[in-house]
């Protein structure tokens, strides 16, 4: 996971930013699943398929979605 980073889904063909977060606050909980511990809505990624520069995430329903996590360089201060 990059230090600073813009997570993005893809529809419909297109890529489209969700959210920038940073590396730091995201925690690794023994499913193998990372999630953000920040405040507000919570971030979740639960990877169950890599592809180049892209993972299949599941969520708790089931639905897959294909995201990917995008460098964005030195985080801010």
């Given amino acids: 996971m990059p230090d600073w980073f813009e997570y ?4 419909n063909g297109a890529w489209w930013g969700e959210a ?5 606050d995201f925690h690794r909980n023994d ?3 990372y999630v953000a ?5 919570p971030i979740i990624f639960r990877c169950i ?5 892209w993972f299949i995430h599941a969520d708790g329903g089931g639905q897959l979605y294909t ?3 995008v460098d964005l360089g030195v985080p801010p201060e």
């Fill in 8 to 11: 993005q889904f893809l529809a």
């Fill in 49 to 53: 398929a890599l592809g180049p520069g």
């Fill in 31 to 33: 499913d193998g699943s």
């Fill in 67 to 69: 995201y990917r996590l």
């Fill in 37 to 41: 511990s920040t405040p507000g809505s």
């Fill in 20 to 24: 920038r977060c940073l590396a730091a």
